[in-house]
C-alpha cells in the first residue's frame, strides 16, 4: 500500500501507519518511502497513557492473530478479540440487518473497557502491531528504546549485503538507466 501511494503521489510527504511498534519498523517504513511513521498501540502500553489497568494487561497478553476487525459498514475498527468482536463478527457474516448491528456496535464503548476496565464484552481497540508490545514502560524509555533499536536497523543493513554499495558506486549512470541493468546477465 506504502509503496502504491509512494508512486501515486511523488514527492507527497506520506505518514505510514499501523503495524509499527518498534524502531525497525521504523527503519522500513522509511526505506518503503514514507517521511515518518505513527505509532499508536505502542504508545498506549506506556506508563502515562490514562488506560484502566486491564486493558493495558489486554495489550500485553494479544497476540498477531488475536485482534480483528469489526463495524464494517458502520466504521471499521481493529480490536483485540473478546466477546464483542466475536459478537459483532456472527452479526456481519449472518448478513443481520444494519440496524441491529449498529445497535450491538454502539452500546459496548471504548470508553467501558478504557475507563471502566471491561475487557471481555467492549471494545478493546488495538492494531496488529500489539504483538510487538511486550512492557508498560515510560514514553521517554520507549521513544529511546525507538531510537537504538532504528540506528541498529540501519547500521546492519550493509553488512546484509556486502559489496553492494561498491557495484552501485561502480556502475555508471548511463548503465544504471539501462533497462534490466542491475539483472544478472542471461548466458
Ligand atoms: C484506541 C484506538 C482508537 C483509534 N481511533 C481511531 C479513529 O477514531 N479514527 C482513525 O482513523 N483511526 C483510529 N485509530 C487508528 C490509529 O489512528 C492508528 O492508525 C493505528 O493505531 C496505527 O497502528 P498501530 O496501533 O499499529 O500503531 C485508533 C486506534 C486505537 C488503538
Do not use: W
Request: proline share 6%; glycine share 10%; net charge neutral.
Amino acid at each position: 500500500m506504502l509503496r502504491a501511494v509512494a508512486h501515486a503521489v511523488p514527492g507527497m510527504p506520506l505518514i505510514a501507519s499501523g503495524g509499527f511498534a518498534d524502531g525497525q519498523g521504523l527503519a522500513a517504513a522509511l526505506a518503503l518511502g514514507a517521511g515518518a511513521a505513527q505509532f499508536g498501540t505502542r504508545f498506549m502500553a506506556s506508563t502515562e497513557v490514562n488506560l484502566h489497568p486491564n486493558y493495558k494487561k489486554a495489550l500485553l497478553r494479544a497476540a498477531v492473530e488475536d485482534t480483528r476487525t469489526v463495524g464494517h459498514g458502520l466504521g471499521v475498527i481493529r480490536a483485540v478479540r473478546n466477546a464483542f468482536t466475536e459478537r459483532m463478527a456472527a452479526l456481519e457474516t449472518s448478513s443481520g440487518e444494519l440496524d441491529a448491528r449498529r445497535a450491538a456496535f454502539t452500546a459496548f464503548s471504548l470508553k467501558m473497557a478504557a475507563h471502566d476496565g471491561d475487557v471481555t464484552n467492549v471494545k478493546v481497540e488495538a492494531g496488529q502491531s500489539v504483538s510487538l508490545v511486550g512492557t508498560v514502560i515510560p514514553v521517554v524509555e520507549i521513544v529511546r528504546r525507538l531510537v537504538e533499536e532504528y540506528v541498529a536497523a540501519v547500521t546492519e543493513l550493509p553488512r546484509c549485503a556486502p559489496g553492494a554499495e561498491t557495484v552501485v558506486r561502480t556502475l555508471s549512470p548511463p548503465m544504471l538507466s539501462a533497462p534490466g541493468a542491475l539483472l544478472p546477465a542471461t548466458p
